[in-house]
């Protein structure tokens, strides 16, 4: 472009806006909280809808899946929004998105097995060995089958 030929006429090429597709940055937050944002450049915006959704879930079912439910939403509108140009357009990251997920994974494995060990394990050691005669004396039958 040398700055004198206006857009339409031959030998200009207008430069190719890139997109962002809403379905994928919808679907990223589908499977992991998030993932929608980083996708659509806002990676501290996908953590913290992480960690709120994380800690949502913890404490009662339902918060957690609120902000997972609006994670899902703003993914979807903020890559919409994007592509119109009424929010300034975030190049995606790659180098984000794997860390982002390497992170998440990780926390998550973390999560599952502070939870295996701190409730699981001291239930199923309460609970015993269940061979037949202590499975008997549960049903109150006290002798063999």
């Known amino acids: 472009m040398d700055g004198k ?3 339409g006429y031959p030998g200009y090429s207008a430069p190719v806006r890139e997109q962002k597709n809403r379905l994928i940055a919808g679907a990223c937050s589908s499977v992991l909280p998030g993932l929608g944002q980083v ?7 996908g953590f913290a809808i992480f960690i709120l959704t ?3 879930l913890a404490l009662l ?3 957690g899946l609120i902000a997972w439910l609006y994670g899902i939403y703003n993914a979807y509108t903020t890559a919409g929004k994007m592509n119109t140009g ?3 357009f975030r190049e995606t990251r790659m180098l984000h998105v794997v860390l982002f997920i390497v992170f998440a994974v990780a926390v998550i494995a973390v999560t599952l097995l502070v939870l295996i060990y701190l409730v ?4 199923m050691s309460q609970m015993g060995t269940l061979d037949t005669g202590s499975f008997n004396q549960l ?4 002798g063999s089958i």
């Open 5 to 7: 030929t206006p857009a």
């Open 39 to 45: 996708y659509n450049g806002e990676t501290a915006k």
């Open 54 to 56: 994380l800690a949502g």
């Open 61 to 63: 079912l339902i918060p």
């Open 86 to 88: 009424e929010i300034p």
């Open 120 to 123: 699981i394990d001291p239930l």
């Open 139 to 142: 049903l109150g039958s006290g």
